[in-house]
């Protein structure tokens, strides 16, 4: 049975991860300012997903299956170098946008609540 001090301890390490800032933090901060409250609650909403799949990654023992694995872990941090590659194109390229430019294109909730958890993951 999970003791009440453990579940508080986890509470608290998860309740640390949203609220220092970095790469969420501002990732939520120019979704709120250029898409409005919604775009920035729905992200929000998306990053806490993301922080869930962190909590049962270690409820679950992934940090074991890397430790007799490393290929797997390789594998995965391969993943998330090509993920940034991929946003970093999109910025770079002629033609590409800034993530922080203003949209008028309304988004839908799913696609919005999409966004975050990816990064949030690799």
Known sequence: MITLAAV???ALV???MALTPGPNMVHLASRA???????GL???????????????????GLSALFT??????????????????YLAWGMLRPGGRSPFA???????G???????????LL
């Open 8 to 10: 508080a301890g986890v």
């Open 14 to 16: 998860e309740l640390g």
């Open 33 to 39: 300012i250029t898409q409005g409250r919604r775009a």
């Open 42 to 60: 729905v992200s929000l909403g998306g990053t806490a997903v993301g922080f869930v799949v962190y909590l049962l990654a270690a409820a679950a």
């Open 68 to 85: 007799a694995v490393p290929v797997a872990f390789t594998v995965v941090k391969l993943a998330g170098a090509a993920y940034l590659a």
């Open 102 to 108: 203003p949209s008028r294109t309304p988004v839908s």
């Open 110 to 120: 799913l696609s919005q609540a999409r966004v975050p958890v990816a990064p949030v």
